[in-house]
Nanobody, 117 residues
Framework: QVQLVESGGGLVQPGGSLRLSCAAS????????MSWYRQAPGKEREVVTT????????TYADSVKGRFTISRDNAKNTVYLQMNSLKPEDAGVYYC??????????WGQGTQVTVSS
């Protein structure tokens, strides 16, 4: 069965860094675009960043541009999110998503990121 298993979330001070990982199984990872979404309490889930199946193209929300970096290792079936210069407004539950066009969409369980002094 399809699984997206996230790790790396936790508590960090403003200005700090975290690296999230999402390990995929049960589907052909290299055929899927990957993305990270986040949802803060009381707010809608928003796309943070995306990466194409080959890693050849990426997109970022304006709010994280220059601070976050998405990458993938197709040999390890894993996508990463490096988060630097974290701000309190970055806090929330981060979700890993896989998609092949709009036909097949899979979601991870989410991992909590807390940014606080």
């Amino acid at each position: 069965q399809v699984q997206l298993v996230e790790s790396g979330g936790g508590l960090v001070q403003p200005g700090g860094s975290l690296r999230l990982s999402c390990a995929a199984s049960g589907f052909t990872f290299s055929n899927y675009a990957m993305s990270w979404y986040r949802q803060a309490p009381g707010k809608e889930r928003e796309v943070v960043t995306t990466i194409s199946s080959t890693g050849g193209s990426t997109t970022y929300a304006d709010s994280v541009k220059g601070r976050f970096t998405i990458s993938r290792d197709n040999a390890k079936n894993t996508v990463y999110l490096q988060m630097n210069s974290l701000k309190p407004e970055d806090a929330g539950v981060y979700y890993c998503r896989a998609n092949w066009r709009r036909a097949y969409v899979y979601w991870g369980q989410g991992t909590q990121v807390t940014v606080s002094s």
